[in-house]
């Protein structure tokens, strides 16, 4: 899969881009780079419009550096926007994603025509384990061979339950083609064989438990957040507070759905989003 580099001000990124139509900007989530943000929403290039697909740092090609911010990879997807010639995109943001997503909504205003949050960060969240390990003994721990080793050798099923799917949204995958193939290949990147998403791994580890509280009212833009029901990750409480902030924000829950539900119900939340994005292009 071929991709690009850009040199801005805030650091080189990788991109990649696909479909023809309106541009949508995909910010990923852990684990991810262009490869997983073409692969989640793969529905929308088939409905027309075109993916803008950047490795957030710390991703594949794209450098972690000692400023990186979701707020300095807001500014990444400004220059890519300038770099491509567009004024204006629709931006996708899934899981961690988030963050960057809405400083960009935030800080370029102009340049975001809609905003789509699916299970995505919003607020401060301190993952679970954080309450075992000391946040730098958890870091050097994702560091070491003993991890390595782990993350190699766990069964299918327990490395999709700590990526958030349930054991019902796994039903569901053995089923459905798409569904199964969509996370064994989420499943290779998590386990990251030539370890080229390890550091942005762990830099969303720190930055999602130190997030500022969002001005989510400042956020003008026509915004719809998809939820999982059943999100252990991404509290759904958090995204509706935010969305009930927002002037023109609306929330959509997808019952018993985990995390990973772009995914896992990627009929109903590819066709709530297409719809969305429509109607506001239009």
Sequence with gaps: MDSSLLDTPFGSVEYAIQGDGFPTLVSHGAAGGFDQALL????????????LAPSRDGYLRSPLTATTSPQSQAGKYACLLDRLGFDSCAIL????GGPSAIEFALRYPSRCRALV????????????????????????????PTYRFILLRAPDRILLRLLGVTSKDELRAS??????????????????????????????????????????????MPTLAVHG????????????????????????QVNGAGHLCIITHITEVSHQVTRFLRTVVN
Excluded: C
């Design 40 to 51: 989640i929403a793969a529905p929308l290039a088939a409905d027309g419009f075109q993916l």
């Design 229 to 252: 029901s059943r999100d252990r990750f991404a509290p759904l409480r958090l995204t509706a507070e935010a969305i009930a902030a927002m002037p023109h924000g609306k929330i959509i």
């Design 117 to 144: 949050l699916v299970s995505s960060i919003v607020a401060p969240v301190r993952p679970a384990y954080l309450s075992i390990l000391p946040e730098p003994l958890l870091l050097n721990f994702l560091q070491s």
């Design 175 to 220: 089923s459905d083609p798409r569904i199964s193939h969509a996370l064994r290949e989420v499943l290779l990147a998590a386990r990251d064989p030539q370890r080229q998403r390890a550091y942005g791994a762990r830099a969303d580890i720190t930055s999602t438990a130190h997030l500022p509280r969002y001005p989510f009212a400042d956020i003008q």
């Design 93 to 96: 943001a899934v899981s961690v």
